[in-house]
């Protein structure tokens, strides 16, 4: 290089001259040049889709701009930095989150509309990134948001999976899965990093050998995969601050295994290069279960070693005493998917860094914390040691040692309680002995958290009681929460340009405690009748979609009633079928001069199901099948409308949610950790009608309980009826239950076969999410919910104070709690562009 450094970034900026502007030329300009240049399509005439992809490009310019500068001087100022690994990320379209978040919507919309664009339009173009189950996945892209949003230097860390979470597509009332090759468009919003590549291995042995006295390991042989890296970039709102999501794609060592090519045998060759790149092929459809399948903990592993080589590099650029670590990272395990990093970051520490085991340890537990999201046992992930000692067999040793040291420190605390340490050991012996993820992330952490304050206690109380009592300071709570600018000021524009105009200003978008104030308009009849308008066109605009995917006309007088979540048992979309059967029945009966007082409901219901667990595809079909019935009979006409809202997704939810009146959030208490759709509800001005379950306990306390609909059974309740259930002794089933469970088994609504041994079995009292024993109290809400609905003054002021009260389940609250208390990580604002360079 002719220049020094600095004189080379000087020339460079230079060249560069300015940052891009803003004004209508230059965002034309870059579009335009996009569609010339990195497309290489004809500026005469672009699809929709061209402008999107040219349009993305253009963004993505301005954001690697910002995304530079900060990571610059994140580098320069040697930062704290929070790492964030997650198996999922469930990032939704990106375009107009980042217009919204960079303050451009509004530019680039008048921009396209001058060259013939409509920027809505765009945005239907653009696929939706579905990298993640459900709430754990959407969780990590909310608290991306937040991050950006609130300046702390951030960066996720996860898979780039091929295949994406499968599109549900439904056929004759039942869910088949299509592959989501999500990336066959390109995906203009990442940046290939082909310089930032790790080798990571599996399989082999391990060599043990002296140093200085000192017996070391190093692990040998095996399969080497390379794990390169692909960056987007993450805005903050109303900042400079761009952070980044770094995701790890599998490749081959070498193309080629040269010795089989040379042999002749080319098929052989071409197998290794498959077997590598298939482990960040597809995303396990898996939501609250696992597998144990080898490919799983492959993934896992992968992600992790490229991950913790990764930040390892990063923070030895700047740093040389490795005591410093734990103040210049902080490392959080989104659930034990990502747990074997801590045994990773240990193997490098000591194995290459050679550092002594107390040492090693100490700076691992500093530097760690670990989220859990579930107390359901099926959910726990255990692995098979024997996996591990093939797969891993340094770490599983190193496992082993780590088991060793905390049982005689348990033996020592508590002499001959040898079932106390069953309990806390990190191996669950058996024939098939495994080895406990979520003790192992609890050792390796120094915090541990659950997911809303219920939740909270009931690990404290139940799964980790005996490591609660062990540590009694590490198990904290941090409820829960979502983006304000995805879910309202994207999702509803209305809504949010109307809180603005209430509040005479925007920034509350960044701070939702303002919206505290609305409550000053809860009876102001002016803004109740705004409110009821924008409500009205979005329900317009969700029959609209539901007449184009479903093929069923809905009225928009009626009450909007959603579910949309995973179908799983325990979230009881079978109850709320059942009380739709009941209603049907119920409306069938009555003279039509009674139907004409019905409440008109639509009730929705969508999500995926995994596609191995048989009852809740069991109960999809039920829905469908209910639909085709209802939606036919004249005698119901638009009193009743009953939909599946198929291929549930985050671009779904945006169009569902600011048109949902009421929603169900109905878990059978304790075991829904927390929810957060509950949350986007919630300001959206939707009611709930709900158990006191997760996150619901929560909004109740802040919302009102006379302000939702609350019912069923409570969770100090749910063993003794459960055991009572089980013992045979059992109430009577509801007669109108019973009259459902008839009408169902005579074959009112289709084919019994799939759902008769899922309602046998509630009708023996084999009832373990408590069906039968809600459906009462859940009826009594069901007509308290009609009975508010008459009374629209009633039901509106209720929904305005939901909002305005909503401010505690901003993700951005959940995030200075974990800054505060897991991370101690401090807001580094980046320097803001002069006008002139903007
Ligand atoms: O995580 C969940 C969700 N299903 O992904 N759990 N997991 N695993 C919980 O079931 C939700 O209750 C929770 O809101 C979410 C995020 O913490």
Not at 147 to 175: C, H, M, N, S
Not at 353 to 380: M, Q, R
Not at 512 to 541: G, S
Request: with cysteine.
């Amino acid at each position: 290089f002719i220049y020094h450094n600095e004189d080379k970034a000087q020339k460079i900026w230079s060249l560069m001259q300015t940052y891009q502007g803003i004004d209508q030329k230059s965002i034309q300009r870059s579009i335009v040049n996009h569609v010339e240049y990195t497309l290489a399509m004809t500026r005469f005439n672009f699809s929709d889709f061209g402008c999107y992809q040219a349009t993305a490009f253009s963004l993505r310019d301005r954001l690697l701009e910002s995304w530079n500068d900060t990571n610059q001087y994140f580098t320069t100022h040697n930062v704290k930095r929070v790492y964030y690994l997650s198996l999922e990320f469930l990032l939704g379209r990106l375009m107009q989150n980042t217009l919204n978040n960079i303050n451009m919507e509004k530019n680039y919309r008048e921009a396209l509309m001058d060259i013939g664009y409509d920027l809505e339009r765009l945005y239907d173009e653009e696929v939706d990134p579905a990298l993640g189950n459900g709430g754990l996945g959407r969780l990590a892209a909310c608290f991306l948001d937040s991050l950006a949003t609130l300046e702390v230097p951030a960066w996720g860390y996860g898979i780039r999976y091929d295949y994406g979470i499968f599109k549900q597509v439904i056929r004759d009332g039942y869910q088949c899965e299509i592959p989501d090759f999500w990336l066959s468009g390109g995906n203009p919003w990442e940046i290939e990093r082909p310089e930032v590549i790790y080798p990571i291995r599996f399989y082999g042995y391990t060599e043990k050998y002296e140093e200085d006295g000192v017996e070391r390991a190093q692990w040998k042989g095996g399969e080497i995969v390379m794990a390169k890296a692909y960056d987007t970039p993450v805005p903050g709102y109303n900042t400079f601050n761009c952070n980044n999501l770094r995701l790890w794609k599998s490749l081959p060592a070498r193309e080629f295994d040269f010795q089989s090519f040379n042999k002749g045998d080319y098929l052989s060759s071409v197998e290794s290069k498959q077997r590598a790149e298939y482990i960040t092929s597809v995303l396990y459809p898996n939501d609250n279960s696992e597998e144990g399948k080898e490919l799983r903990l492959k993934q896992q592993y992968f992600f992790c070693s490229a991950t913790v080589r990764d930040v390892i590099r990063r923070f030895k650029k700047n740093n040389s005493d490795w005591k410093d670590f734990p103040n210049k990272a902080a490392l959080q395990l989104n659930d034990t998917h990502p747990a074997i990093a801590a045994v990773e970051f240990l193997r490098i520490l000591i194995d290459e860094e050679k550092l002594d085991w107390g040492e090693a340890w100490k700076i691992l537990h500093s530097s760690f914390s670990y989220t859990n999201h579930t107390v359901l046992p099926e959910a726990l992930e255990t692995w098979s040691v024997g996996l591990i000692n093939h797969l891993l067999p340094r770490h599983m040793e190193l496992i082993y040692l780590i088991n060793h040291f905390f049982m005689d420190e348990v033996a020592k605390k508590y002499p001959g309680d040898y079932q106390r340490m069953q309990e806390m050991s990190l191996i669950a012996e058996g024939d098939d002995k495994k080895v406990r993820m979520a003790n192992l992330c609890i050792l390796c952490s120094h915090k541990v958290n659950g997911v809303a304050e219920l939740h909270t206690k009931l690990i404290q109380e139940t799964i980790f009681k005996r490591f609660h009592e062990y540590f009694p300071n590490k198990i904290e709570n941090k409820t829960n929460g979502v983006t304000p600018r995805r879910w309202i000021h994207c999702a509803n524009p209305k809504l949010s340009a109307l809180i603005t105009e209430a509040l005479d200003d925007s920034e509350w978008i960044g701070e939702l405690e303002r919206v505290e104030y609305l409550e000053n308009f809860a009876e102001d009849e002016e803004f109740i009748q705004k409110w009821i308008d924008i409500k009205k066109q979005n329900k317009e605009k969700l029959a609209a979609k539901i007449e184009e995917v479903v093929g069923v006309k809905i009225p928009i007088n009626a009450l909007y009633d959603v579910q949309i979540k995973r179908i799983h048992e325990y979230k009881r979309q079978l109850m709320n079928i059942l009380y739709v059967i009941h209603r049907y029945l119920t409306i069938k009966d009555m003279s039509p001069a009674d139907r004409e007082k019905v409440v008109p409901r639509v009730v929705i219901i969508g999500g995926k199901a995994a596609p191995g667990y048989h009852n809740a595809k069991a109960i999809i079909k039920l829905v469908n099948g209910v639909g085709d019935i209802v939606n036919n009979d004249k005698d119901i006409g638009d009193t009743l409308k009953v939909i599946f809202y198929p291929n549930y997704c985050v671009s779904a939810a945006q169009t569902l949610i600011p048109a949902s009146e009421l929603s169900q959030h109905i878990s059978t208490a304790g075991m829904e950790a927390s929810g957060t759709s509950n949350m986007k509800f919630v300001m959206n001005g939707c009611l709930i009608i709900g158990t006191m379950d997760g996150a619901n306990v929560e909004i109740s306390e802040e919302v009102g309980e006379e302000n939702m609909f609350i019912f069923g059974a409570r969770v100090e309740e749910v063993n003794d009826l459960r055991n009572r259930l089980f013992s045979g002794e059992h109430k009577p089933i509801d007669r109108r239950l019973q009259r459902v469970f008839d009408s169902i088994l005579s074959g009112t609504f289709g084919d019994v076969s799939i759902i008769y041994p899922i309602i046998h079995n509630l009708m023996e009292g084999k009832d373990y999410y408590l069906v039968t024993e809600d459906f009462d109290s859940y009826v009594k809400a069901q007509n308290k919910v009609d009975d508010t609905y008459r009374d629209q003054k009633k039901w509106n002021m209720m929904s305005i104070l939901g909002v305005s009260r909503s401010a505690k389940f901003s993700s951005d609250r959940t995030i200075e709690e974990y800054c505060e208390s897991i991370w101690k990580v401090d807001r580094v604002p980046i320097p803001t562009p002069n006008d002139t360079e903007r």
